[in-house]
C-alpha cells in the first residue's frame, strides 16, 4: 500500500544552518513522484521540489534539495542556509504512476528557524 | 494564468445545513483532487478526478459527502448534513496527467468550514 512517513512532528535551526526534513514511503509501483510542499502560516500548499522515481540525480531547486535513496525509500529534503521566512509546515508527498495515480501526504514536520 | 481558484475562502454553518464547495481547476488540467486538513488527521486525499469521471473516492468519510464534476472547469464538494466534526480546511488541486510533466499537483488557497 501507498504510504509516507515523516517522523519528525517538529525540527528547530538557526539561521544560515542546514537542515534535513526525513521522510520514508512505501509502494509497491516502479514509477511514482515524490514531492516536498511548504505550508507556511497563511495556509497555501507551495510546491518545493520534485523527485521521480527514474531520476538518477538528487534534485536541486534553489536552496532546496532532495536527498533520494531508492533503496532505503527514503527522501529527505535539505534546505540550506535556513532563512527566518523558512519557517512553516514541511509535508512530503509521493504520486504513484501505474497502480492509482492519486498523491498522498505525510503527517507534516514543523520547521522553526530562529535568528 | 489563473490558479486553482475556490469558493468559499471562509464558511461558517450550524449542524444540519448542507454545505457547498466549490473549485476551478487550472484550464487544461486533466486531473482534479479534494483533500482535507485538520489538526488530527493531518491532510486526507478525499476524492480525485481523471477527466471529469471519479476514480477513486475511498477518502469520502461518509455518505453525507459527495463530489461531483460536471465539466472540466468545476467540481462541488457538498456536505449534506454538516456536522461539527466536518469542520476543516479543504483543498481542491489539479494537475496535468504524468505524460505531460511530474504530475504536481497545483492548490487553491482552500476554504475553511466551520461547523456549529
Known amino acids: 500500500a501507498q504510504k509516507i512517513t515523516q517522523t519528525q512532528p517538529g525540527m528547530f535551526v538557526q539561521e544560515k544552518e542546514a537542515v534535513t526534513l526525513d521522510c520514508t514511503y512505501d509502494?509497491?509501483?516502479?514509477?511514482?513522484?515524490l514531492f516536498w510542499y511548504k505550508q507556511p502560516s497563511s495556509g497555501e500548499m507551495i510546491f518545493l521540489i520534485y523527485?521521480?522515481?527514474?531520476?538518477?540525480q538528487n534534485a536541486t531547486e534553489g536552496r532546496y534539495s532532495l536527498n533520494f535513496q531508492k533503496a532505503r525509500k527514503s527522501a529527505n529534503l535539505v534546505i540550506s542556509a535556513s532563512q527566518l521566512g523558512d519557517s512553516a509546515m514541511y509535508f512530503c508527498?509521493?504520486?504513484?504512476?501505474?497502480?492509482?495515480?492519486?498523491?498522498?501526504f505525510g503527517t507534516g514536520t514543523r520547521l522553526q528557524v530562529f535568528p | 494564468d489563473a490558479g486553482v481558484i475556490q469558493s468559499p475562502r471562509h464558511e461558517v454553518t450550524e449542524m444540519g445545513q448542507e454545505v457547498t464547495l466549490r473549485c476551478k481547476p487550472i484550464?487544461?488540467?486533466?486531473?482534479l483532487f479534494w483533500y482535507r486538513q485538520t489538526m488530527m488527521r493531518g491532510l486526507e486525499l478525499l476524492i480525485y478526478?481523471?477527466?471529469?469521471?471519479?476514480?477513486?473516492d475511498s477518502g469520502m468519510p461518509e455518505d453525507r459527502f459527495s463530489a461531483k464534476m460536471p465539466n472540466a472547469s468545476f467540481s462541488t464538494l457538498k456536505i449534506q448534513p454538516s456536522e461539527p466534526r466536518d469542520s476543516a480546511v479543504y483543498f481542491c488541486?489539479?494537475?496535468?496527467?504524468?505524460?505531460?510533466?511530474?504530475?504536481?499537483?497545483?492548490f487553491g488557497e482552500g476554504s475553511r468550514l466551520t461547523v456549529l
Open positions: 508527498a509521493m504520486r504513484e504512476y501505474y497502480n492509482t495515480d492519486k498523491l498522498i
Open positions: 509502494t509497491s509501483d516502479q514509477s511514482y513522484g
Open positions: 484550464s487544461g488540467h486533466d486531473y
Open positions: 488541486a489539479s494537475s496535468l496527467a504524468r505524460r505531460a510533466n511530474t504530475g504536481e499537483l497545483f
Open positions: 478526478f481523471n477527466n471529469n469521471v471519479p476514480i477513486d
Open positions: 523527485q521521480g522515481s527514474y531520476d538518477e
